[in-house]
């Protein structure tokens, strides 16, 4: 079955460290994305991609860092710099072209939940 | 600036006893309006997708409607299983680098058997 997968499921880590959130997709989906969510607030964009060794900043890129050497892979690596890092984080991906309505239905993964020691 | 607001917050129903969720919106140029269902410890399910005032969609006890400033999601006799955290999205065109999606805080749905 087609679909997205993230690891790890839970992470933990200790202040100064950097950590990679792996995100893998067999749906052929051009767009990647990823997500934080926090308690009380809407899903918060991070990064997006549309094609391979392309990605934009979204919302709050500071101090996280993406890749997108293949279609299939968009993995997320929150830095040191990263004052709250504490969060759910989910990625996501979906069809292209955006211009066209219709075709954005955002597939999700299971996410990976980033605790702080 | 574009908003999304859900309300309530959280809803906590008999089982049987039907509702509605609302997702209100202020965005310049909707492209869409979806609806997801996320259980706990999870990653969002898509459910709907609407595009223009007036128009309905259906699935099982659920049914999504969309006037020009909200949308509805209405629960219909709902059972244990429908609970869980209902999102609402906008997408909006921006120049240059595609669609945007905008997330509500989402409803916490509780049915209680």
């Known amino acids: 079955d087609g679909g997205i997968t993230q690891s790890p499921k839970y992470l933990f880590r200790k202040e100064g460290q950097n950590v990679t959130l792996s995100c893998e997709q067999n749906l052929n989906h051009d767009a990647m994305y990823w997500y934080r969510q926090d308690p009380g607030q809407g899903l918060r964009l991070i990064y997006y991609s549309q094609i391979v060794n392309d990605f934009q900043k979204g919302d709050i890129a500071e101090g996280y860092s993406v890749s997108r050497e293949k279609k299939e892979s968009f993995p997320l690596t929150v830095t040191s710099a990263q004052k709250n890092p504490t969060a759910f984080y989910l990625c996501?991906?979906?069809?292209?072209?955006?211009?066209?309505?219709?075709?954005?239905?955002?597939?999700f993964g299971a996410g990976s939940r980033l605790t702080v020691l | 600036e574009d908003q999304v607001t859900q309300s309530p917050e959280a809803l906590r129903l008999q089982e049987g006893e039907s509702s509605s969720l609302n997702c209100s919106y202020t965005?310049?140029?909707?492209?869409?309006l979806f609806w997801y269902r996320q259980d706990p410890g999870k990653g969002p399910e898509f459910l709907f997708t609407l595009y223009s005032a007036g128009e309905e969609k259906e699935k099982e006890r659920l049914k999504a409607t969309l006037t020009k400033k909200e949308s509805f999601l209405h629960i219909t006799a709902p059972k244990p299983e429908d609970s869980a955290t209902y999102l609402c999205?906008?997408?909006?065109?921006?120049?240059?680098?595609?669609?945007?999606?905008?997330f509500g805080t989402g409803t916490s749905l509780t049915v209680i058997p």
């Open positions: 965005v310049s140029g909707l492209r869409g």
């Open positions: 996501a991906s979906s069809r292209i072209p955006w211009d066209r309505v219709g075709a954005n239905v955002l597939t």
């Open positions: 999205a906008v997408q909006i065109p921006l120049p240059n680098t595609g669609n945007q999606f905008y």
